[in-house]
C-alpha cells in the first residue's frame, strides 16, 4: 500500500515529461479526431448558411502570437466557410491588439493559395486594420464606416473603387449582416452598442477558459453563436467537411494535443487522489 | 447604453442611496456584522510569518488599470498590508506591469512606513514597474521571488491567464500565497495554486474586512442591501414570466433599452 | 487648501462629469420634441407630432436620436433622416459632446506615467550594476534589450533596410515565439497544479471533482466515445453542454451581479473619497 500512498506525491516533472508527450504526440503520428458539434457552434454554422446575397460579414480579428494556439483555427474556419460561399467579408480589429489583421490576411493567404485561388482581394475579402476608440469606435462603424476609416491596411482609399470594388456598397451597419469578433476574450460592447442597439447578430470566437462568462449571452439570444477555443474549430471544421478525411485545419489538428492533454491531467488527478485514499487508509 | 434611461437612474439612485445611508449610519455608530472571510483573515498571520523567517513580501496589484475597480480594491489591500508590514519591520515589494500604478503604490507604501515611524525600511526600488505585459510581468515576479526569497506573496486585483504563470512559480518556493481577484475564470487557477483565495466581491469587500473602518463596513451593508433588491427583482421576474407570459408588466415595467 | 483635499475636490469634479454624462439626458428635456419624421431638409426638419406637423429648425446645438427597431436611440446627423423614422430632437446639453476631449486629456494624463515605468527600472537596474549585486550582468542585458528595442521599433512600417529587418527579427521572430512560449508554459502549470490540488476531501470537492471531470471529457472527443452507446442525456458532451449552458450561467451571472453592485459601492467610496486605507489616513 506504501507504493499507492506515493502516487500523490510524483515529482512534478514526470507530469511535464506527460504533458510534453501528450501534446507533441500528434506531430509524430497522423491523428485526426471525430468531435460532438456543440449547439454554439452549430448555431453560428447555420447562421452563416442563411447569409442572403448582398451582405456583408464584418470579422473583428483581434487575436495576437499568444492565443494564436485558439484563435487561429476560429478564424480559420470560418474564413474557408464564408470564402467558400463567396461571402463577402471585411477584417478589421477594434482596440485590442493591432496584430490580428496581419495575422487574419496569413490565414486568408494560405486559404486562398490552397483552396480558392479564384477568389480576391478587394472583391470577396477588405483589410481594414486597426482602430482604436473602443464602443465610440464601434459605434462610429455602425453609422458610417468611412469616419473611422480612411484607407484600408494597403492603403487603399475606402472610396476607390478599382481595388476595393466590395467597399462601394458597404457604408454602415445596415449593409453588415454578423459581426464576428476573434480574440481570447471578446469585447462585451459589441453586445450592448452594436447588438442592443441595431439588432445586428454577433458571433464569438474565444479561448476555452473566456467562454464559461459568455454562455450566457448565448443563452439570452444576444450572441446567435460561438466557438469555443480549439474544440469550437474542429467541430466547425467537421460541418464543413463532414468527411474525417478532408479535413486539416488548424482546430482539427489541435484538438488532438488538447484531448490527450486533458486525459493527462485527469489520469494526474485519479493518480493523485489513489494516493490521498491510500495513505489517508495507512494513517487510518 | 450610452445614457442611463429612467430604470437605470432609478436603480442608480436607489443604490447610492442605500450604500450612502449604510456609510452614514455605520459612522455614527451603528455599524455591522460581515461573516469571516478566512482568505482576508490569513493575510496578517502571513505577514506575521515572513517577518518571523526575516524574508521579503510580495505585493502584486493584478494588471488591470488603476482606474480599473478591482486594481482600486486591490490598492487598498496593499494599505493594509503595508501598515502591518511597517509595523512589523518588514519588507514589501510590489511588481507591476501598469506605470501608472508605480507613484500610487509608491506613495502608499511610504506612507504606511512613514505613520509607522520607520520611514528608514522604506526603499523606492521595491516598487517596481517590471514589464510592460502580463506574461512578461509574471516571468520577472517568479524571477524576484526566488532571488529575494520571499516569504509570502499576495496576489489581488484584475488577472488575465498569467495567473497561473505567477501562483506556480511561488507555491515552489514554499511561500504562504493569498490571492484574491474578481476576474471569474481566474478564480479555478487561484484556487488550485494558492493556499486561500479571495472571490469576486469578497475582493471589493477587502478593505472593509481588513480595516473595520465604519465608512467601509457601512459601504458593505449598502451593498448587500442593493444586492437583496436585484435578486426580489429577478425572482418577481422570473415569475411574472412563468406565470403571465413574457410581455406582462413587470417586465415592461423594468424594460431595458428603452 | 491641502493637497488631500485638493485631490478629493478634483476626483470629485471629474466623477460628477462622467455621472452627470451618463444620467442627465442628452437634450433638454423640456424642450425636447418627440415625433415621426415627414420631412427633411437643410434648415429645418418636419416632425409630426400627436398627429400635429411642427418644424424643428436645425441649428448647430441640435441633437436629433433616431429610435432603432430595437428601441435603443441612436445619434444621427438631420440629414441621415429618413421619412418614417420616430425621433426625439432638441437642443444638447453639451455633455456628451466633451467626452472625447475629457477622454483623451485622461489618456494624455495617464501616458505622463508612462515614463516612470522606465525610470523604475532604470533605477533598479543601474543600482544593481552599480553595487554589483548577484546576477548584475542582466541588468547589462536589459540596458541592452531597451536600445535594441527602441532601435527596432524605429523600423514599425518602414518599407525596407536594415531597420525593417531589425524590427522583423526583434518582433516576429523573437518577441511573437517567446509570447507563444510562455503562454504555452499554463499548460504544464494547470497539469501540477491540479494534480497536487485536486483532492477529494469533502462532498463539494467530490461534486466539483465530477463536474471537472464531465466537463473536461464532455470537451474532447474521448468522451464522445466513451459514452456514444448511451442514451443522449447520458453523454458526455450533452452533459457537458448542460453543466455549462445551464449550472455555470447561472453562477456567472450570480457572480456579476455582486461584483457589479460592489464595483458601484468602490466606485462610489472614490468619486466621494470615502475610501480609507488606500489613500488617507484620516476622514476628510
Not at chain 1, 135 to 153: F, L, N, V
Not at chain 3, 111 to 128: E, K, R, T
Not at chain 3, 135 to 148: M, T
Request: aromatic content about 12%; hydrophobic content about 45%; glycine content about 10%.
Amino acid at each position: 500500500m506504501e507504493w499507492l500512498a506515493r502516487l500523490q506525491s510524483i515529482d512534478r516533472r514526470w507530469i511535464y515529461a506527460a504533458i510534453w508527450v501528450a501534446c507533441a504526440l500528434p506531430f509524430v503520428v497522423n491523428i485526426k479526431l471525430p468531435v460532438y458539434v456543440s449547439p454554439e457552434t452549430r448555431r453560428l454554422y447555420e447562421f452563416i448558411e442563411k447569409c442572403p446575397p448582398g451582405k456583408v460579414v464584418l470579422v473583428d480579428s483581434a487575436w495576437d502570437a499568444g492565443s494564436q494556439g485558439e484563435n487561429w483555427g476560429q478564424v480559420e474556419v470560418v474564413f474557408e466557410h464564408l470564402l467558400r460561399k463567396r461571402i463577402p467579408f471585411i477584417i478589421t480589429s477594434v482596440e485590442v491588439t493591432p496584430l490580428g489583421p496581419q495575422f487574419a490576411d496569413q490565414v486568408i493567404e494560405r486559404l486562398v493559395r490552397e483552396k480558392f485561388p479564384d477568389r480576391k482581394y478587394g472583391v470577396d475579402w477588405v483589410n481594414l486594420g486597426y482602430t482604436k476608440g473602443g464602443w465610440q469606435a464601434m459605434q462610429q462603424i455602425a453609422k458610417d464606416i468611412r469616419q473611422q476609416y480612411k484607407k484600408d491596411s494597403r492603403g487603399y482609399s475606402l472610396d476607390d473603387a478599382e481595388h476595393l470594388p466590395l467597399m462601394q456598397r458597404v457604408r454602415n451597419i445596415e449593409d453588415i449582416y454578423l459581426i464576428y469578433s476573434v480574440t481570447y476574450s471578446p469585447l462585451e460592447d459589441w453586445i450592448p452598442f452594436i447588438h442592443g442597439v441595431y439588432g445586428t447578430p454577433i458571433a464569438f470566437g474565444c479561448a476555452g477558459i473566456q467562454s464559461t462568462t459568455y454562455y450566457r449571452y448565448l443563452l439570452s439570444g444576444q450572441l446567435v453563436g460561438m466557438l469555443v477555443g480549439v474544440r469550437g474549430a474542429a467541430e466547425y471544421d467537421a460541418l464543413l467537411h463532414p468527411n474525417l478525411r478532408d479535413r486539416n485545419s488548424m482546430g482539427t489538428k489541435l484538438i488532438v494535443p488538447q484531448a490527450f492533454g486533458h486525459l493527462v491531467i485527469i489520469v494526474a488527478v485519479i493518480l493523485g487522489n489513489i494516493g490521498y485514499f491510500a495513505a489517508r487508509r495507512r494513517r487510518g | 447604453m450610452e445614457h442611463a434611461n429612467l430604470q437605470i437612474f432609478i436603480a442608480i439612485v436607489l443604490f447610492s442611496f442605500l450604500i450612502l445611508w449604510k456609510i452614514f449610519t455605520a459612522r455614527r455608530g451603528r455599524g455591522g456584522f460581515i461573516r469571516r472571510i478566512p482568505g482576508l483573515n490569513e493575510i496578517d498571520e502571513a505577514i506575521g510569518r515572513a517577518t518571523e523567517m526575516g524574508r521579503p513580501m510580495i505585493f502584486h496589484p493584478g494588471v488591470g488599470e488603476v482606474q480599473n475597480v478591482g486594481t482600486l480594491a486591490a490598492l487598498g489591500v496593499l494599505g493594509h498590508v503595508a501598515r502591518k508590514a511597517a509595523q512589523m519591520g518588514s519588507r514589501v515589494i510590489v511588481t507591476t506591469a501598469i506605470p501608472v500604478v508605480v507613484p500610487v503604490a509608491e506613495d502608499i507604501v511610504k506612507q504606511a512606513y512613514t505613520q509607522a515611524g520607520r520611514s528608514e525600511l522604506f526603499n523606492s526600488e521595491d516598487i517596481r514597474f517590471l514589464a510592460a505585459s502580463g506574461d512578461q510581468l509574471a516571468l520577472a515576479t517568479a524571477n524576484v521571488m526566488e532571488q529575494e526569497k520571499t516569504a509570502a506573496h499576495f496576489f489581488f486585483g484584475m488577472y488575465d491567464y498569467t495567473s497561473l504563470l505567477l501562483t506556480e512559480p511561488g507555491q515552489r518556493t514554499g511561500a504562504i500565497q493569498i490571492a484574491g481577484t474578481d476576474q471569474y475564470f481566474q478564480v479555478p487557477f487561484f484556487i488550485a495554486s494558492c493556499d486561500y483565495t479571495v472571490i469576486g466581491e469578497e475582493l471589493y469587500a477587502a478593505s472593509a474586512y481588513l480595516t473595520r473602518e465604519p465608512t467601509m463596513l457601512g459601504s458593505l451593508i449598502g451593498q448587500d442591501y442593493a444586492k437583496i433588491i436585484v435578486l426580489a427583482v429577478i425572482v418577481l421576474g422570473a415569475l411574472s414570466t412563468t406565470l403571465l407570459g413574457s410581455q406582462n408588466f413587470f417586465v415592461q415595467l423594468i424594460g431595458v433599452y428603452r | 487648501m491641502t493637497k488631500r483635499r485638493f485631490i478629493a475636490l478634483v476626483t470629485f469634479l471629474a466623477g460628477l462629469y462622467y455621472f452627470l454624462e451618463f444620467v442627465v439626458p442628452p437634450t433638454i428635456p423640456w424642450r425636447t420634441v418627440r415625433g415621426e419624421v415627414v420631412s427633411v431638409s437643410p434648415q429645418s426638419i418636419t416632425l409630426l407630432v400627436n398627429g400635429q406637423q411642427q418644424q424643428i429648425p436645425v441649428e448647430p446645438t441640435l441633437k436629433v436620436y433616431r429610435e432603432r427597431p430595437t428601441g435603443a436611440p441612436e445619434s444621427v446627423e438631420p440629414a441621415q433622416l429618413r421619412p418614417g423614422d420616430r425621433v426625439s430632437a432638441g437642443p444638447t446639453t453639451y455633455l456628451s459632446d466633451w467626452l472625447t476631449p475629457v477622454n483623451n486629456f485622461f489618456i494624455v494624463l495617464g501616458s505622463m506615467a508612462w515614463g516612470m515605468g522606465l525610470i523604475s527600472l532604470a533605477m533598479v537596474h543601474s543600482g544593481n550594476i552599480r553595487r554589483r549585486r548577484p546576477e548584475w550582468y542582466g541588468s547589462v542585458v536589459f540596458f541592452l534589450a531597451v536600445g535594441g528595442g527602441i532601435v527596432a521599433g524605429l523600423g514599425y512600417g518602414a518599407e525596407g533596410g536594415w531597420l525593417k529587418e531589425a524590427n522583423d527579427v526583434v518582433f516576429n521572430y523573437l518577441l511573437r515565439p517567446m509570447s507563444s512560449t510562455v503562454f504555452s508554459l499554463l499548460a504544464f502549470h494547470m497539469a501540477t497544479a491540479s494534480y497536487r490540488a485536486f483532492r477529494v476531501k469533502s462532498g463539494e470537492a467530490a461534486l466539483m471533482m465530477t463536474s471537472a471531470f464531465v466537463v473536461m471529457l464532455g470537451q474532447i472527443p474521448i468522451g464522445l466515445w466513451l459514452t456514444h452507446g448511451l442514451p443522449s442525456f447520458l453523454q458526455l458532451p450533452v452533459m457537458a453542454q448542460w453543466v455549462l449552458y445551464i449550472a455555470n450561467s447561472a453562477a456567472v451571472r450570480g457572480m456579476w451581479f455582486g461584483m457589479m453592485v460592489g464595483a458601484i459601492a468602490v466606485g462610489l467610496r472614490f468619486w466621494l473619497s470615502l475610501e480609507r486605507g488606500a489613500f488617507f489616513d484620516r476622514e476628510l
